[in-house]
T-cell receptor, first 112, second 112 residues
Framework: KAGVTQTPRYLIKTRGQQVTLSCSPI?????VSWYQQTPGQGLQFLFE???????NKGNFPGRFSGRQFSNSRSEMNVSTLELGDSALYLC???????????FGQGTRLTVV | GESVGLHLPTLSVQEGDNSIINCAYS??????FIWYKQESGKGPQFIID?????DKRQGQRVTVLLNKTVKHLSLQIAATQPGDSAVYFC???????????FGGGTRVLVKP
């Protein structure tokens, strides 16, 4: 069974641009969560989607948004990129019943 | 917001010895706890979980202990191997949905 797949693995963007990251969950998993990982702040929750609805949201500005499709695949978008948005963005999927979450390899975003 | 052990200490352990990694959490409503292992360049990998109605759970070479009275979680790794070298994170959730709150992590270095 395939794991959580995130694309792209690496991305370099310029300040002010926007970016879209993609996550394909494990087959059968309906919940997809996104996290930002930085050396200074650690792993921080961005948002969670379940059955195409945002079910939970972290404390990030509105520049960070996401969505989930009917096949449970999810995308997150960051608009008006800032240098501080440089981070590893991780996606996790689970069944949606408060069970173990499995992470993808992440997308390393660098904003220059 | 809630915090789970925001420091990143380093644990240096001799190969073959047992390792104990500790984690403090602050949300007394948390009812599900997970330990993750993260190797360089990879996403967090699920190790073991425990629910709040238990105080101990064992896996292969790993044991998680939960002390709800003092809001403390620990991970014990038996016969530590070089492949155990990584950063270990505890995470907890208790809110609706699957928002995981992560600790700052502990780096484990296994000396041959």
């Amino acid at each position: 069974k395939a794991g959580v797949t995130q694309t792209p693995r690496y991305l370099i963007k310029t300040r002010g641009q926007q970016v879209t990251l993609s996550c394909s969950p494990i087959s059968g998993h309906r919940s997809v969560s996104w996290y930002q990982q930085t050396p200074g702040q650690g792993l921080q929750f961005l948002f969670e989607y379940f059955s195409e609805t945002q079910r939970n949201k972290g404390n990030f500005p509105g520049r960070f948004s996401g969505r989930q499709f009917s096949n449970s695949r999810s995308e997150m978008n960051v608009s008006t990129l800032e240098l501080g948005d440089s981070a590893l963005y991780l996606c996790a999927s689970d069944s949606g019943q408060n069970t173990e979450a499995f992470f993808g390899q992440g997308t390393r975003l660098t904003v220059v | 917001g809630e915090s789970v052990g925001l420091h990143l200490p380093t644990l240096s352990v001799q190969e073959g010895d047992n390792s104990i990694i500790n984690c403090a959490y602050s949300n007394s409503a948390s009812d599900y706890f997970i330990w993750y292992k993260q190797e360089s360049g990879k996403g967090p990998q699920f190790i073991i979980d425990i629910r709040s109605n238990m105080d101990k759970r064992q896996g292969q070479r790993v044991t998680v202990l939960l002390n709800k009275t003092v809001k403390h979680l620990s991970l014990q790794i038996a016969a530590t191997q070089p492949g155990d070298s990584a950063v270990y994170f505890c995470a907890e959730t208790g809110a609706a949905g699957n928002k995981l709150t992560f600790g700052g992590g502990t780096r484990v270095l296994v000396k041959p």
